[in-house]
Nanobody, 124 residues
Framework: QVQLVESGGGLAQAGGSLRLSCKAS????????LGWFRQAPGKEREFVAA????????TYVESVKERFTISKDGAKNTMYLQMNNLKPGDTAVYYC?????????????????WGQGTQVTVSS
């Protein structure tokens, strides 16, 4: 069972920054694209950002463009999500997964079980 481990969440004020990390196995990291999802209270889980296997393509949901940056480090088998200019609407549990970037730009064909995620809370 493939599972990735998220970390780095916390409490931030509006306008602040946080960086999330997602640790994967070497096999997963070398074989799949990676991405972030989030689930706010009372809402369905939504796609946030993805990075292709080669690292040359990144995609974002419209609401986080110009504020969030996805990246990865092959030496550490770790993916990151740098979140700047945070807004209260970014409050959610953030999850990572592995798969393929679909033509829509969303990470699909997911191969990992959902982990516990990491809580991000943004106060106004």
């Amino acid at each position: 069972q493939v599972q990735l481990v998220e970390s780095g969440g916390g409490l931030a004020q509006a306008g602040g920054s946080l960086r999330l990390s997602c640790k994967a196995s070497g096999r997963t990291f070398r074989s799949y694209g990676l991405g972030w999802f989030r689930q706010a209270p009372g809402k369905e889980r939504e796609f946030v950002a993805a990075i292709s296997l080669s690292g040359t393509r990144t995609t974002y949901v419209e609401s986080v463009k110009e504020r969030f940056t996805i990246s990865k480090d092959g030496a550490k088998n770790t993916m990151y999500l740098q979140m700047n200019n945070l807004k209260p609407g970014d409050t959610a549990v953030y999850y990572c997964n592995a798969g393929t970037i679909l033509t829509s730009g969303v990470l699909g064909d997911l191969i990992a079980s959902w982990g516990q995620g990491t809580q991000v809370t943004v106060s106004s």
